[in-house]
């Protein structure tokens, strides 16, 4: 099968079911607190690792794992459905950081159009001015002293895993049980690249309805 093209329905089996969404969450949150960008070439033992401390969790699906271990077209399944979340996750993000990116860096507006438009994008990206808070486009200045703490940051940081479904919320306030606690590394840099690659499709779409 394809990777990531493993459909949840496609498996039958309940417990198998069950251990594929445990492996599938068990990544999402692997790729947003511990690792954001996983390589290919590690996708089986990686998934593997995450599907076998899932299962040591619950009783009895240490007894389904040792059997998909024997079959190596379910086991190969299960590893391609569970590696599907780290594209999901990235996804997820890169479509909310599309819509927030107009309001967030205030690029609405009739005296945003054309090459002041362009002038401004190549600003904040060439010049890395998109990570900073305090952002005038009408002036092009921002406040370069708080680097990173640009509200666009923390506003999908809480839509993706603080809101009412979301994990981080989900997990509690323990910071022993809760790795989305204090926003690590990783989750800043998953949602910066987010922002980085929605802004060029913003450019580009933008350089389209212009010309």
Same mark, same amino acid.
């Given at each position: 099968s394809k990777l990531g093209k493993t459909s949840l329905a496609s498996f039958k089996s #309940?417990?198998?079911?069950?251990? =594929?969404?445990?492996?599938?969450?068990? *990544?999402?949150?692997?790729? =947003? /607190?511990?690792? =954001?960008f996983p390589f290919p070439v590690d996708k089986d033992e990686l998934c593997w690792k995450l599907v076998q401390e899932s299962a040591v969790?619950?009783?009895g699906l240490e007894q389904v794992l040792a059997e998909v271990e024997k079959e190596q077209n379910t086991k190969g399944r299960l590893l391609d459905y569970i590696w599907g979340a780290a594209t999901q996750v990235r996804g997820e993000l890169i479509a909310k950081a599309r819509l927030a990116i107009p309001t967030t860096? &205030? *690029?609405? &507006?009739?005296s945003l159009k054309g090459n002041a438009l362009f002038?401004? @994008?190549?600003?904040?990206?060439?010049? &890395?001015?998109?990570?900073d808070s305090g952002i005038d486009?009408?002036?092009?200045t921002c406040d370069e002293s708080k680097p990173w703490k640009n509200p666009i940051f923390l506003q999908l940081i809480k839509m993706q895993w603080w809101g009412p479904k979301g994990e981080g919320r989900h997990l509690g306030s323990d910071p022993a049980t809760n790795p989305y606690l204090n926003a690590p590394a /990783? #989750? @800043?840099? @998953?949602?910066? /690249?987010a922002v980085c690659h929605s802004f060029g499709s913003y450019t580009l779409h933008q350089m389209v309805c212009y010309y």
């Open positions: #309940t417990n198998i079911h069950h251990l =594929a969404k445990l492996g599938h969450c068990c *990544l999402c949150q692997h790729v =947003a /607190t511990v690792e =954001a969790k619950e009783p860096y &205030g *690029l609405q &507006g009739e002038d401004v @994008l190549k600003w904040l990206i060439q010049q &890395g001015k998109l990570i486009t009408k002036s092009m /990783t #989750t @800043l840099a @998953l949602v910066a /690249t």
